[in-house]
């Protein structure tokens, strides 16, 4: 079995438990490298828990200033970590031909995850929630689903579009959870924010790495992407900090934030 095999079956675990366990065995993966594709068929583990439903469905975020409002919003940021690791693993897995360098990097990616999602599990827990205790949507991986054909859409509409609303959506969030005094859950955001700037870089290079070889200008095929596929356009404020720090240049920000004013 190869590290991507290791991969794939930590993809495919369905129980939280066991998709960490998976992680654990694929973050202390010793060979060089990555030899060859899965072999097996490529599934997503779903466990029972969290209930998922449409976004519509979700109640509204409660008060701040309750125990329970603010697992609410630190689970939701939870499931979010948890289908990031699912999301690395399948930019891991399921597209072949790429250079050494970028499945190392997802399997790095999918391991920064897992850790992300075990701090927010355990701060849940300290405050007498867990991780399922809440419902959840899985707008993240139906983008992953609509885009399983191409790693450069897969690309450009996961880790570029998406992933990278979490770069603008954390400060604001941090904002709240500090007033509601909880530190605790501030500093483990701020770590994900540093390593997010990161992940959303590494979708960025390859995305133009991607563009130069089919000769398409990477701005431009970005916009026709999110119109394509009906995505949601970047929204305003945007973390111009860490938008830069993650690949985007000024004028394409620029270019983001007219549009998203027009709609």
Not at 57 to 67: A, F, G, K, Q, Y
Not at 110 to 128: N, T
């Amino acid at each position: 079995m190869n590290r991507l095999d290791a991969a794939a079956l930590a993809l495919a675990a369905d129980t939280i438990d066991g998709k960490l366990a998976a992680m654990a065995v694929l973050a202390s993966w010793v060979d060089d490298g990555v030899s060859s594709a899965p072999t097996g068929e490529i599934v997503r583990g779903i466990p029972t828990k969290p209930l998922r439903v449409q976004p519509k469905d979700l109640s509204p975020r409660s008060n701040m200033n309750t125990v329970a409002g603010r697992a609410a919003l630190i689970h939701a940021v939870a499931h979010i970590e948890y289908s990031a690791i699912d999301l690395a693993l399948d930019h891991a897995v399921r597209f072949t031909g790429l250079p050494a360098r970028y499945y190392d990097e997802w399997i790095h990616v999918a391991i920064d995850e897992a850790r992300h999602f075990q701090l927010l599990r355990a701060h849940l827990q300290s405050v007498g929630h867990d991780y399922g205790d809440f419902p959840v949507h899985d707008g993240l991986w139906e983008m992953a689903e609509k885009t399983t054909h191409d790693c450069l859409t897969r690309m450009a509409l996961v880790p570029r579009l998406l992933e990278a609303r979490g770069l603008d959506a954390t400060p604001p969030i941090q904002k709240k959870l500090a007033h509601a005094g909880d530190t605790k859950a501030v500093g483990i955001l701020a770590v994900i924010l540093a390593d997010e700037e990161d992940h959303v870089a590494i979708g960025d290079y390859w995305y133009r790495y991607l563009c130069l070889e089919q000769s398409l200008e990477p701005e431009a095929t970005f916009r026709r992407l999110i119109q394509e596929y009906k995505a949601p356009w970047p929204q305003c404020p945007m973390n111009i900090k860490a938008r830069l720090a993650a690949g985007f240049a000024q004028s394409e920000l620029d270019e983001l934030m007219l549009g998203a004013r027009a709609r």
